[in-house]
C-alpha cells in the first residue's frame, strides 16, 4: 500500500503535465519515460516502508538518574532551595539529558560562582555525560565545590562516586576516610557516611583488598 501514494503523485504529474501545461503530445512519451525512470530509481534505493521521518536516541528517564539528583539535595537541605537553573538542571537530568543540564549548570555558575550545588551538580552530569567516567572537567567542578564550601560533604561525597564508578574504590575510600575524620563531631552527615564506608570496605574485602581500619569508626 505504501507505494499507491508514489504511483497517485507520478500519474497526477503526468495529467498535469499533458493537459493543465499543454505539454506537445510529442513529448508525452519523453515524460512518461522520465517518470518511469524516477519510479525506477526510487524502487532501487528509497524506502517506502518507512516512516517519513528518521527516528533518534532520545535518552529516557531512569530511577537512578533522579536518585542522584535527591540524594545531592539532601546535602543542602530543604531550608537552601536551588537557583532556577539549577531546577532546569535537574529536570533535564532526571531525563538522562545530561549535556543539557552541564549546560543549564554552567549559566547557573555564570551567574553566581559562588553557586556550590551548581557546581556539584556540574561534576555530577558531567560525570552521567561521559557514562561514569570522572572526566578532567568533573574534577575541576567538584574541587571549585570544595574550595567554596569546605565543611561541605557534598563534592567528596560524589567525587568518590565518581571514582568507584572510574574503578578507582581506593581512592574513593581514603577520600571518604578523610571526610569522617576531620567532619565535626556534631555532624549529622556523618552516621549515614560511616555507614557508606562501611559498605565500601566489605566491597573491597570481597574484592580482596586489604584496608585499614576506617578513622573515627
Not at 21 to 44: C, D, E, I, N, V
Not at 124 to 129: C, D, F, K, P, T
Not at 130 to 141: F, N, R, V
Request: charged share 15%; net charge negative.
Amino acid at each position: 500500500m505504501s507505494w499507491l501514494p508514489v504511483i497517485a503523485l507520478a500519474m497526477a504529474a503526468f495529467v498535469v503535465a499533458a493537459f493543465a501545461l499543454r505539454l506537445p503530445k510529442s513529448g508525452w512519451a519523453l515524460f512518461g519515460a522520465a517518470l518511469l525512470f524516477g519510479l525506477a530509481g526510487y524502487a532501487m534505493h528509497g524506502s517506502p516502508g518507512y516512516a517519513g521521518s528518521p527516528t533518534e536516541n532520545v535518552p529516557e528517564a531512569n530511577p537512578n538518574n533522579a536518585a542522584m539528583v535527591d540524594a545531592r539535595r539532601e546535602f543542602f537541605g530543604a531550608d537552601s532551595l536551588p537557583s532556577r537553573y539549577v531546577t532546569i538542571a535537574d529536570g533535564f537530568a532526571r531525563n538522562g539529558q545530561f549535556e543539557d543540564s552541564a549546560n543549564m549548570l554552567l549559566n547557573a555558575i555564570s551567574q553566581d560562582p559562588s553557586d556550590v550545588e551548581a557546581w556539584v551538580g556540574l561534576g555530577n552530569a558531567l560525570v552521567e555525560h561521559a557514562d561514569g567516567s570522572l572526566t578532567p572537567a568533573a574534577l575541576y567542578a567538584y574541587s571549585q565545590a570544595e574550595q567554596l564550601a569546605p565543611q561541605s560533604p557534598a563534592s567528596a561525597y560524589f567525587l568518590g562516586i565518581g571514582l568507584l564508578r572510574s574503578g578507582r574504590p581506593e581512592e574513593a575510600r581514603r577520600i571518604w576516610a578523610q571526610l569522617i575524620e576531620n567532619a565535626p563531631t556534631d555532624a549529622e552527615w556523618v552516621e549515614p557516611m560511616t555507614l557508606r564506608l562501611e559498605r565500601l570496605d566489605a566491597m573491597l574485602t570481597q574484592m580482596g583488598g586489604q584496608q585499614p581500619a576506617a578513622s573515627g569508626q
